[in-house]
């Protein structure tokens, strides 16, 4: 019976054993996660936590994919093909986003201000247009893969143009440094780093800074990270890890600005002389959801989305991570 009884109280002590450590052992467990991202600034967090080894130190191995069309990173998020994407724009985001904003988590979210923009309008240097007005019957670039353009023509038809007139033609990123000297375009809209590219061009002519923060709204989102609830559910351990690594991306880029835009000059093959403004980026706990939701209302405004939402339904809950 002694016997019994010993063997009996080795299992029951192994068994305890067990329990105490088990949460160690997953804590140490590395998981798999796939993050998509957008080539914006807006998805820097993800190359600074990839670069710095901040997945590492999560304990998260992330395999991370570029976006070939932005936008359809929505869906994939929502199959949980990926646990996030990254550097998505928000007006993309909300026109994919509408239909079911209530599955959707903002895990980090930029915006730029008047005094640090990140946009511009710009003409070539000997270009005769001085005005808005003169826009009619020229052609007009905007970035590609975004929804820019709907946002570009309310404000230029409120400043006069008569954008039926005009010839809109979407700018592809390695584009952007050469479409007005090579005459594709006549009048570009350009974002970080691009604006700043164009800004040390002896061949191109600023013709309005921070256009859409001055004309729309300041701070102005720009791009933001996002999973879902399905991902919460399904892959929450990865979603817990990825959320914390990019918070440790954000805390470090704040610190760390010029180190940061190494990092960015890197990513996006820019010249090692060029400095551009970052956008401000914020972690989850700190985003401004009266911000996003002026944002809606100037997406309604501009067609982006046919109703407005409400976006505080984006609002990543801290109980929902834990």
Known sequence: MTKVLTVINIILAAILAYILVYPQIQANKIIEAQALYVKDLSALPLFVAEDMGFFDSTRVRCQLE???KPGSDVDEVMKTASQMSFGLDWGTFLFKAAVRPEAYRVVMST???ISEPYTALFVRKRSRIRKFKQFAGKKIGYPRDTRALEF???LLKKDGVDV???NFIAI???EMDSALVKKLVDVLLAFEPYRSLLMNDPNVRLFADAYFERNLFTPFPI??????ITNISVHKKAVQRLVKATDMAVEWIRKNPDKAIEIARKRFELPDSLIFNLPTYQKHEELDFVQFNRFVTKAKEAEIILFEIDA???LLRPEEIK
Do not use: H, I, P, R
């Open 223 to 228: 791009g933001l990270a996002y999973t879902t």
């Open 164 to 166: 039926e007139k005009c």
């Open 66 to 68: 570029e976006v070939e």
């Open 152 to 154: 570009l023509k309310m």
């Open 312 to 314: 505080n339904k984006f």
């Open 111 to 113: 915006s730029s201000t």
């Open 172 to 174: 592809a990123d390695f």
